[in-house]
Nanobody, 124 residues
C-alpha cells in the first residue's frame, strides 16, 4: 500500500501561484511514477502532469504546459506541482496518484493509489 497526502491548495487570484505537495508513505516511493489530476464540479477527473520514477521525464496536459511544473524529491518521498499564472479555469480539486507501470500516464485507470485531494480555487 502507498498512502498519499496532498497539501498546499487554497484560494488565489488569477495570475497568482501555488505549490502543491504530495507526501507518500508505505512502499518505496521511487518504485512509482507519479501524476497529478484535477476534477472540477460536475466534470471528469483530468490529467494534469506526470513524472517518471527518477524524475527524468515529465509530461503535461496542453492546458497547463508552460505554466505548471511537476517535480519530485525521492529522498523526501514527495512530489510537487508548481502552478504559476493561474486562471479561474484551473479551479478544481487536485489529486496526486502513484503508478507502478507508467504505460499510459494520462489515464486515470493507470494509477494504483490516490490521495484525498486538495482544493484549488482561482478567483477572477
Amino acid at each position: 500500500q502507498v498512502q498519499l497526502v496532498e497539501s498546499g491548495g487554497g484560494l488565489v487570484q488569477a495570475g497568482g501561484s501555488l505549490r502543491l505537495s504530495c507526501a507518500a508513505s508505505g512502499r518505496t516511493f521511487s518504485d512509482y511514477a507519479m501524476g497529478w489530476f484535477r476534477q472540477a464540479p460536475g466534470k471528469e477527473r483530468d490529467f494534469v502532469a506526470a513524472i517518471s520514477w527518477g524524475g527524468g521525464a515529465a509530461y503535461y496536459a496542453d492546458s497547463v504546459k508552460g505554466r505548471f511544473t511537476i517535480s519530485r524529491d525521492n529522498a523526501k518521498n514527495t512530489v510537487y506541482l508548481q502552478m504559476n499564472s493561474l486562471k479561474p479555469e484551473d479551479t478544481a480539486v487536485y489529486y496526486c496518484a502513484a503508478d507502478s507501470s507508467f504505460h499510459d500516464h494520462q489515464n486515470v485507470w493507470e494509477y494504483d493509489y490516490w490521495g484525498q485531494g486538495t482544493q484549488v480555487t482561482v478567483s477572477p
